[in-house]
């Protein structure tokens, strides 16, 4: 729920649902509906919601006509609309977000009422299925994260589960199918209303700009019996419980044990690093994951074998890695050439706005917020190179930057040197970054 401080109530109320879930894990719970339109959980779902900000969805409704409306009003008429079970969810407005290799990715964006409801009742439903999500699973979890799921996968590196099965799965939320996670959340709930609202939810036709004016609406996730809405609140809680299916499933078939393969998962990623075997380990990937009714991507899975190959998870490279220091050879993490290039070629975006407008603190302060985010998170193993080639691109950048926007001519490596752009413009400097970090430098 982002950084927002949860109300205390609320804050009981997920304790307890946590707390029976963990001592009872066959128990089943019949009464939460009442839960989702309760006011302080239904105010706490509007104001992370606000954070997150966000568009408006396809009644155009945004949080500023809701703050002139009056919010107080608004949420207690969402309120007694749950209440009378009168809420209905309305369709997904799609847009195309451009990936780094240059296609596009659709991005559901629901209307804020949607985002709303399905917030508060992630807010009842997590505590309950956070307890039954296994340690492999990473992503969308209090107190976890990506990082975390790199030094996993970096840990049984080292402790020789060097046979790596590198995984990918084709449009993993756009093709889990619906009948059996439901089967995974009735597994736990019993409330047919719940059932019924995240029913609904899977089933909310998109509706898209047809690229002549008008708009076309489609009812794929319908019709096929399957997916889950990306960009919904309630999305990766649904893509976790269905992963954890197949997670589950490979210990209990006693997988893990045969051949010492571990998985580390996060949202659709995930790697098995086994000690040996790992082409047996793989068919029985696809064996699993054929019964799941999901696809794996041939062309980008792959078997490794450390330290002779390399293999990319999260943005890292995992392989061989060499001391500067001491020449001594060991198994270690970098930031991948694909993330590093990503964040090059991003840099543009921040230093081609309109010059004669755009004042250089406005322009380094951007450039800060991105260096800072990509260097929090990459900072495990030898970083040093990467932060040097990117510190590197950045300061080339803000110079030309600064020679257009003041019609300087050349370079202008005389006129904005490296300390007028570090000490003067306040300008962050990666390399010194480094020198608090453990691994940083080898």
Request: glycine share 6%; aromatic share 10%.
């Amino acid at each position: 729920m982002g950084n927002l401080k949860t109300p205390e109530s609320v804050q009981k109320l997920r304790t307890a649902l946590h707390a029976k879930a963990k001592e009872e894990p066959d128990f089943r719970f019949y009464l939460l509906y009442d839960k989702v339109y309760r006011r302080d959980v239904l105010e706490y779902a509007y104001r992370s919601c606000k954070a997150n900000k966000g568009a408006a969805g396809v009644d155009g409704v945004c949080f500023e006509d809701i703050e002139s409306y009056g919010e107080e009003r608004w949420i207690g008429e969402l309120a007694e609309r749950l209440k009378k079970k009168d809420y209905r969810p309305e369709a997904v407005k799609r847009v195309w977000i451009p990936k780094p290799n240059g296609k596009l990715r659709p991005l559901g964006i629901p209307t804020i009422t949607d985002r709303v409801v399905q917030t508060a009742l992630l807010i009842v439903l997590e505590p309950i299925f956070e307890a039954d999500l296994q340690p492999e699973q990473y992503a969308y979890r209090p107190d976890r994260g990506a990082q975390d799921a790199v030094k996993a996968v970096h840990r049984l590196l080292t402790t020789g589960h060097q046979h790596i099965i590198d995984a990918d799965l084709s449009g993993y939320f756009d093709s889990i199918p619906h009948a059996e996670l439901m089967k995974s959340v009735a597994r736990r709930i019993v409330d047919r209303h719940v059932l019924h609202l995240i029913k609904q939810w899977l089933e909310m036709p998109v509706e898209e700009d047809d690229g002549h004016g008008h708009r076309k609406r489609t009812t794929v996730n319908r019709d096929t019996g399957r997916g889950t809405p990306q960009g919904a609140p309630i999305s990766p809680l649904l893509s976790n419980l269905y992963m954890r299916r197949f997670i589950l499933g490979w210990k209990l078939l006693g997988h893990e044990r045969r051949w010492s393969a571990q998985i580390v998962n996060y949202a659709d990623d995930f790697v098995i690093c086994c000690k040996g075997l790992a082409d047996k380990a793989i068919e029985a990937m696809r064996r699993m994951m054929e019964r799941l009714k999901l696809t794996i991507n041939d062309d980008k899975t792959n078997l490794c074998r450390i330290p002779q190959e390399r293999f990319d998870f999260l943005g890292y490279t995992f392989g061989r890695c060499y001391s500067k220091e001491t020449g001594r050879v060991y198994i270690g993490t970098r930031p991948s050439m694909k993330s590093i290039k990503r964040m090059v070629d991003s840099i543009p975006e921040e230093t081609n706005q309109c010059r004669t407008i755009v004042e250089a603190e406005a322009v380094v302060g951007r450039l800060n917020r991105k260096l800072t985010g990509w260097a929090n998170y990459f900072c495990l193993g030898p970083v040093s190179p990467a932060y040097r080639a990117i510190n590197t691109h950045v300061t080339q950048r803000l110079r030309r930057w600064l020679c257009k926007k003041h019609k300087v001519r050349g370079k202008g490596w005389s006129r904005y040197p490296d300390q007028y752009l570090h000490e003067q413009l306040g300008l962050i400097y990666l390399p010194k970054r480094t020198r608090n970090l453990p691994w940083a430098k080898a």
